[in-house]
């Protein structure tokens, strides 16, 4: 088993799979190892952050009607955001085999009434489609400061999210990617010169 110490020794890869793990030491940690394994598209693509939704997440699956909040990331006052994309890996389709009328997924804060300023109307029946920052808050090269806890939002057309009955979803899945950073993790991040 090498070690750290062999890494010069090791073979070299020539090309990285976003599946692929590196280690990190996880600096804010607690347990019996500050070493935690991430997936390489994290830090590959430049996101620090990652969530994926299936279609029987607990607060969709649950939801009485068309549509549904998911919770994804509780604000810190100093963060920022500057990029986010969603990506479509299953597509969203109900239980008896056929379509939704449509099944939109937006992403934004929850000081947005339509939780959409991030990422708006994204078409989850089409499997590796991809948005990036369609929401109109996020563009540019500045960063913008979060308002508010990030939620995602299910809106299905042509059956009640929770209604089997009615053929509710029986795959689906989208991984949303964002890369948001609190401002004081910048402090002494180098040694100084």
Same mark, same amino acid.
């Given at each position: ?7 010069? &020794?090791?073979d070299?890869?020539?090309a990285v799979?976003?599946?692929d ?12 190892t ?9 830090t ?15 607060t ?5 009607? &068309? ?9 810190i006052? &100093?963060?920022k ?8 890996t299953?597509?969203?389709?109900k ?9 939109k997924?937006d ?11 991030f ?5 989850a ?8 920052? &369609? ?5 540019g ?16 057309n042509?059956a ?7 053929g ?10 964002a890369?948001?950073?609190d ?11």
């Amino acid at each position: 088993m090498p070690t750290l110490d062999d890494t010069p &020794t090791l073979d070299r890869l020539a090309a990285v799979s976003l599946q692929d793990s590196l280690l990190i030491s996880e600096k804010g940690g607690n347990g019996s190892t500050l070493v935690r394994r991430i997936p390489a598209a994290l830090t590959n693509l430049g996101f620090t952050h990652a969530w994926v939704v299936n279609y029987d997440n607990g607060t969709i699956a649950a939801d009485e009607d &068309t549509t549904a909040d998911v919770h994804l990331h509780t604000r810190i006052a &100093t963060e920022k955001i500057s990029n986010m994309w969603i990506i479509c890996t299953e597509a969203f389709v109900k239980a008896d085999g056929s379509a939704f009328t449509t099944y939109k997924v937006d992403v934004g804060d929850n000081t947005d009434a339509q939780r959409d300023n991030f990422i708006d109307d994204f078409d989850a029946k089409v499997v590796n489609s991809i948005a990036q920052n &369609t929401g109109g808050s996020i563009g540019g090269s500045a960063a913008v400061a979060l308002a508010g806890d990030i939620d995602l939002r299910v809106t299905a057309n042509g059956a009640n999210l929770d209604d089997t009955a009615a053929g509710a979803s029986a795959a689906g899945q989208v991984v949303v990617l964002a890369t948001i950073y609190d401002l004081p993790d910048f402090k002494d991040i180098v040694p100084a010169t």
